[in-house]
């Protein structure tokens, strides 16, 4: 991104990123500004945590029942 004058989003790789630790070595390896996670948040949104990996069955239940609270 240092040879460009726009963002640079890096889109592929990402089965390198499997929790939310990984992704500052990999913008640092790949010299990108911004990061697509579309694989491993298909299977653990809380790969966008600070706070580590949780349980996926956890999550899921977690989210939907907010999601059918708010109906």
């Known amino acids: ?3 460009v004058s726009i963002p640079v989003i890096a889109n592929g790789g990402s089965l390198d990123i499997k929790s939310y630790a990984d992704v ?20 653990n949104m809380s790969v966008f945590s600070p706070n580590g990996l949780r349980p996926t069955k ?9 999601e059918c609270s708010n109906l």
Do not use: D, N
């Not at 500052?24 to 299977?43: D, H, N, Y």
């Not at 956890?58 to 907010?66: A, D, G, I």
């Open 58 to 66: 956890e999550v899921v239940r977690e989210v939907s029942y907010h």
């Open 24 to 43: 500052l070595p990999f913008k640092e390896t790949t010299g990108c500004t911004s990061v697509m996670i579309a694989r491993a948040a298909q299977w």
């Open 1 to 3: 991104s240092a040879t």
